[in-house]
């Protein structure tokens, strides 16, 4: 067991400062929780998180990791109304204008509304004897050593106070769980530290989503991904109160209308009828709202040469990812497997060890979503070698997808996180895609050997 510390500091009572808060409670004496908005018991939409409006994909791995951070959440969910669903049995995946070929596969999803998610999670957090939740109460900045070589504590303004006097909360950490907007950055240079470099690819995604009342014997939910020829998608996902989310939208400024006609033209557009063919006869239950993703954005802590003892970044102020590909909430708890590993070999030199290992989280579904962003031609970014080709070789796979459940499935495992991408281009998959998509034999042959090399990054045989 690592030495017990006394208090620790986390800004941000989301998915991220919440899953910070629950690892940190099994290593410090205390842990505050301090979040701008005030929360209440309900598992109702939030100002601080207005994502939680629109559909909320919780992939497969990131149940995983929460049921053994909260055990027994899964049931939990379920018992309120949550629907377990088989990521491919009971849903319609329609990826480069393709369905895939449905069938059992023991990736379990769930049909949750973010909302009812965070509610339960932030019970289980509060439950615990040694974390305090300070709701209603702004961070403003970071208290630090004369050298600033030591966090020292947080500046917090609570809302509720009439003379909105600063306060210092004394910490031996301060994690930084508050966001994509967050200001931790600026808190750095405020203390002589650089702000980290930041990586962004702006993708403009315009999001419009609506609830309807779900048909018990309709879909569990669907996705319908944007090709190159069509830059439209959405997501329709069965959510509790028998209920469905839909969300819909388009890249770089393409938004759909918010007026009940337009939003559902506009799903008639998307590359498959699969969401459409639901709610042109469901009930709305509210109005559409909108949501403007301008830009996935990765903050490079762990190439800092200097930064303070004391303090973490975690969640979405490490790397926001562009929310399509329903990534954020899993990296979050896959970064507190990697506190708590962290953690058990003490405080020490804290900062370089969990950067490094987060950063070893973040890479592979910053790649997913940033190289599937990148088939878009007007889209910046830099487009390598290793990006094309992995984009040429899942349109084969989408292919093959649509007819072979077994390279479905092993789409899946990746895109949910459960295995390394290079699964995908492991001997017996690579053949049943090369087969599944029919190509010619010379073509076979190049894009195996050559995706395998690049991504594997070892010479590999040739099929
Ligand atoms: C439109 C959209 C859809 C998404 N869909 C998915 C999805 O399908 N699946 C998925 O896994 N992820 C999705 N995400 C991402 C997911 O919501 C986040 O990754 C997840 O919430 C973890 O983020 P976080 O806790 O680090 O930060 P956030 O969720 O942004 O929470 C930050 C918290 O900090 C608080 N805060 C901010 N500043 C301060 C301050 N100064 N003082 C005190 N408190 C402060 C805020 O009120 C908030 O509670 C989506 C995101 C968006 C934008």
Redesign the pocket.
């Known amino acids: 067991m690592p030495a017990r510390t006394d208090h620790a500091v986390v800004?941000?009572?989301?998915?991220?400062?919440l899953v910070a808060a629950r690892v940190l409670s099994e290593v410090f004496d205390r842990v505050t929780i301090?979040?701008?908005?005030v929360l209440d018991d309900s598992a109702n939409p939030r100002r601080?998180?207005p994502?939680g409006r629109?559909?909320?994909?919780?992939?497969a791995r990131?149940r995983e990791v929460l049921e053994e951070f909260f055990p027994g959440l899964t049931e939990e969910l379920v018992g309120r109304g949550a629907g377990r669903i088989d990521l491919q049995a009971q849903f319609r995946w329609i990826n480069g204008g393709r369905q895939m070929h449905r069938a059992d596969t023991g990736l379990v999803g769930l049909g949750v509304s973010r909302p009812l998610l965070e509610s339960r999670v932030r019970a289980r957090v509060r439950a615990l004897p040694n974390v305090t939740l300070l709701d209603g109460?702004?961070?403003t900045g970071l208290t630090a050593t004369a050298d600033s070589s030591r966090v020292t504590g947080l500046r917090v303004l609570r809302r509720t106070d009439d003379d909105g006097a600063d306060e210092v909360l004394d910490a031996d950490l301060v994690v930084d769980?508050?966001?994509?907007?967050s200001?931790g950055p600026q808190w750095l240079e405020s203390l002589g530290y650089p702000a980290p470099q930041v990586e962004q690819v702006q993708i403009g995604l315009a999001?419009a989503s609506r609830s309807y009342r779900r048909d018990p014997h309709g879909p569990a939910g669907a996705a319908v991904g944007a090709t190159i020829a069509n830059r439209r998608g959405g997501v329709i996902l069965s959510q509790e109160g028998d209920r469905w989310i839909v969300s819909i939208g388009g890249i770089l400024g393409d938004a759909a209308p918010l007026d009940h006609e337009g939003f559902t033209a506009f799903a008639a557009t998307l590359p498959s009828p699969a969401i459409h063919e639901v709610i042109r006869d469901a009930e709305p239950l509210t109005d559409a709202v909108r949501?403007r993703?301008p830009a996935s954005s990765r903050r490079r802590y762990e190439r800092m040469s200097r930064f303070p003892a004391g303090y973490l970044a975690?969640?979405?102020?490490i790397c926001s990812f562009n929310?399509t590909y329903?990534?954020?909430?899993?990296v979050?708890a896959l970064e507190g497997t990697v506190l708590r590993t962290c953690l058990a070999d003490g405080t020490a030199d804290l900062g370089r060890r969990f950067f490094r290992g987060a950063a070893r989280i973040v890479d592979i579904p910053w790649d997913i979503s940033v190289g599937a962003d990148l088939r878009f031609p007007d889209v910046e970014g830099q487009r390598t070698a290793k990006a094309r080709m992995v984009n040429r070789y899942l349109e084969r796979v989408h292919r093959a997808a649509e007819t072979d459940p077994s390279v479905g499935r092993a789409f899946l495992r990746v895109v949910n996180m459960i295995d390394r991408p290079e699964r995908l281009m492991a001997p017996r998959t690579a053949l049943r895609v090369l087969r599944g998509s029919r190509r010619p034999a010379h073509q076979r042959f190049g894009v195996s050997w050559v995706a395998r090399r690049l991504i594997v990054g070892a010479a590999a045989p040739a099929d």
């Open positions: 800004v941000g009572a989301s998915m991220g400062g301090v979040e701008r908005d601080g998180v994502q629109h559909a909320h994909g919780l992939l990131g109460c702004d961070a769980a508050s966001g994509r907007g200001r999001y949501f993703y975690f969640g979405d102020s929310p329903g990534q954020g909430m899993t979050a």
